[in-house]
């Protein structure tokens, strides 16, 4: 037979939570919940004095219980149906449920440990910190495998997942005073989870770049770094968003957009930008058979960069690049580097070639295509190639600071044009 329902169960039954399915399962982790609290406080009692910086995190301030004993049966009961009820109470960020009032209120509440560990060097400080962290700079709470006291740097190490997985975090707190030194955290989330002040951006962003502003978010990656010296960790969070036909991605650096990808239709490029670049393809790899298969535009303000891609057939690119003081032009080819190399010694025989390549022949072989593509006359460009980066060959106009670089094979074959400073 059923137990009769406490008051606090009753109460959680009706107004908000009407429409919320209340388990025994529920039950007994509001029960777990309120118990830990009551622990909570008397054990961090003498701990609710501390500053409220950043590194250290807002706390709930002390409440007074000189008074409790006169308020008798039915005000603490109220209490605890007030504690119950809330804890199934949830913050709203512009009309997205986001986080419990038991995790903003008690964030510690949320840690996961692994067993043996020793949470002995943690202060409640640290706890608080390392909590707070993940909840409020990774969005979600990773497992604590490690709990390490490095004494010769006066440092608490704590971590969280493994180094080869896809959520991993590094902690790194000051022991004598509990605050953050360092950290590198990284995670994953359901599109679904992401928090709504990025999704609500979505729409605009999308249609700022003139992408499908109804592509569908579909993956999440966050890092966070912060350095010995900062004040604060930094996020970096990462969404892709795909449609049947299109393909987008948005950076955003804390909350402000720093990077908008999408693809765009056709249509949406000027036929003389269409024309220069099918007539650049040609110029440079001889292709008379081309076909338009995409076009995408990346606005990146963090390089200060706004890139436009167009592809034809299966392996031939255009890429446009103006930034402030920058504009580049880049005519890309399939990648004919080879890769059937057995050993380091063929990879150096190879290297060599191109190295041997004489200046005359290359110059030969690329001044008709610049001379096309760009209306440039290369006899007063200097030539260099790069030792580190065999095949590729900068021509350079001292007077204009004109640079114009061109990626060979050893059979003098040319794989990119791009004329620009980067």
């Known amino acids: 037979m059923r137990h009769k329902d406490e008051q606090w169960e009753k109460e959680i039954r009706k ?39 950043r590194l250290s995190r807002p706390q709930v301030g002390n409440v007074s219980h000189k008074r409790r004993s006169r308020r008798g049966p039915l005000v603490a009961g109220t209490a605890a149906l007030v504690i119950a009820a809330g804890l199934f109470l949830w913050i709203w960020d512009d009309g997205q449920l986001v986080k419990p009032v038991i995790e903003q209120v008690y964030p510690t509440a949320a840690l996961q ?46 971590e969280a997942g493994k180094e080869n997985e896809k959520e ?60 010995q010296g900062e004040l604060e960790p930094i996020s970096y969070t990462t969404l892709t968003l795909v449609d049947e036909n299109n393909y987008g991605e948005i950076v955003w650096q804390q909350d402000q957009p720093v990077s908008i990808s999408g693809d765009l239709s056709p249509d949406q490029v000027s036929h003389s930008v269409l024309a220069d670049a099918e007539d650049a393809v ?25 890139i436009i891609n167009l592809s034809f057939n299966d392996h031939y690119l255009v890429q446009m690049t103006v930034g402030e003081e920058t504009k580049v032009y880049s005519i890309v080819g399939e990648n004919s580097y080879r890769n059937d190399f057995t050993n380091w010694d063929e990879v150096e025989v190879y290297h060599q070639k191109i190295y041997n390549v004489k200046e005359s022949l290359l110059r030969g072989e690329v001044e008709p295509m610049i001379k096309e593509v760009f209306n440039v006359d290369l006899q007063g460009y200097s030539l260099h190639r790069e030792t580190d980066n065999p095949g590729m060959a900068i021509f350079e106009l001292e007077s204009t600071k004109d640079v114009i670089r061109v990626r060979y094979n050893e059979d003098v074959k040319i794989t990119m044009i791009t004329r620009g400073e980067l």
Not at 32 to 48: A, I, L, N
Not at 209 to 214: D, E, L, V
Not at 287 to 300: A, C, F, I
């Open 15 to 53: 107004g908000p939570f009407a429409s919320t399915p209340f388990t025994e399962d529920h039950k007994r982790k509001v029960l777990q919940q309120v118990e830990w609290m009551k622990k909570s406080e008397v054990e961090s009692k003498g701990d609710r004095s501390e500053g409220i910086s």
């Open 168 to 227: 991993y975090a590094q902690i790194w707190l000051d022991a004598a005073t509990g605050n953050l030194r360092e950290v590198q955290m990284r995670g994953e989330m359901l599109a679904s989870e992401l928090e709504h002040r990025y999704l609500r951006q979505i729409p605009s962003l999308l249609q700022s770049i003139g992408s499908t502003p109804t592509l569908k978010p579909v993956s999440v990656q966050r890092y966070v770094s912060m350095k």
């Open 113 to 158: 440990l692994s067993d043996a560990l020793n949470t002995n060097l943690l202060t409640d400080k640290m706890k608080r910190n390392v909590a707070t962290t993940m909840r409020d700079d990774l969005g979600k709470q990773l497992k604590i495998t490690k709990v390490e006291d490095l004494p010769v740097s006066g440092r608490i190490y704590v």
């Open 282 to 306: 040609k110029a440079v790899f001889g292709e008379t058979s081309l076909k338009l298969r995409g076009v995408s535009r990346t606005k990146d303000d963090e390089i200060g960069r706004d």
